[in-house]
């Protein structure tokens, strides 16, 4: 991993995966995401809400939007693309937590298993879904190759 | 123009059949709720292989009592009913420029959040009249 690594700069893009099972995102519906797709789960995110930082020129070892997709449901999963400068703009961090399987994994700090329901914490939700993801793509499903990007 | 009876008289029965066709509408549209909340009522509870945990059977339960006040209030159709991926449900609405939301957590309990521009403006408890 670049020694730069840890330091999650501005220009770069991240992905947040949303299960298909879930219905918290309907292409058809021409509506943001549900601020459910940014809910920390109960107990998995004690740090804060998993994100992956993108495949770049940069970070070439970061996962591409096709392997962002990739999860144990069979159902498929939608990446919400957002942009880190957005978030920092609304005063929201990015911070990097490398994983042995993901170098790209991260975290945004502000949400936590332990603070999930509050209202601070609803509203930087809607804000992720309603205002800062500047796209959402898929469905990618397990049985697809991996899209480039 | 001036509306004479006969005009009126042949009116009317074509606007009841579009309020008929627009009641039956909804109703469809209020079954696919109870529909996907009897769905759920199968494996209450489960977790999946996300680690979420899907609507329990108290959730449920509330869901369809606030089913039932929504609609026999006149009120509309949620544009989403999901799971909260807690235990929970939630309804959304989004009319134009703000997001109204119905959460139900795992233990049956309700309330209604209400953002403006992503601002959270309203957050209160609703009891379940039904």
């Not at chain 2, 029965?13 to 209020?30: F, I, T």
Request: charged content about 30%; some cysteine; hydrophobic content about 35%.
């Amino acid at each position: 991993m670049p020694l730069d690594a840890a330091f999650v700069g501005d220009d770069e893009f991240i992905y947040r995966r949303i299960p298909v099972s879930t219905g918290w995102y309907d292409p058809a519906a021409a509506e943001p995401a549900s601020p459910r797709a940014f809910q920390p789960h109960p107990e998995n995110d004690p740090e804060g809400l998993s994100v992956s930082r993108a495949k770049s020129e940069e970070h070439p070892d970061f996962p591409s939007l096709g392997e962002a997709s990739l999860g144990p449901s069979r159902h498929g999963y939608f990446v919400a693309v957002l942009r880190v400068g957005d978030l920092r703009q609304r005063g929201i961090d990015v911070v990097a937590d490398p994983l042995e399987e993901n170098p790209g994994h991260a975290l945004i700090p502000d949400l936590t298993s332990g603070n999930r329901n509050s209202a601070g914490t609803w509203e930087l939700m809607s804000i992720l879904a309603d205002e800062l993801t500047l796209r959402v793509e898929g469905p990618f499903h397990v049985a697809d190759e991996s899209p480039t990007d | 123009m001036a509306d004479t009876s006969a005009s009126r008289s042949a009116a009317l029965p074509e606007a009841s059949h579009a309020d008929d066709q627009k009641a039956a509408g909804v109703a469809g549209e209020w079954q696919r709720v109870f529909d996907l909340l009897e769905e759920w009522r199968r494996s209450p509870g489960r977790v999946d292989e996300d680690d979420l945990i899907w609507p329990t059977e108290e959730s449920i339960d509330a869901a369809t009592r606030l089913v039932e006040m929504l609609r026999d209030g006149g009120k509309a159709v949620p544009l989403r009913v999901v799971p909260g991926g807690d235990g929970g449900i939630s309804f959304e609405y989004r009319p134009e420029g703000s997001c109204g939301i119905y959460n139900i957590d795992e233990a049956g309990k309700v309330e209604r959040l209400k953002f403006e521009r992503s601002k959270l403006v309203e957050r209160v408890a609703v009891p379940l009249t039904v």
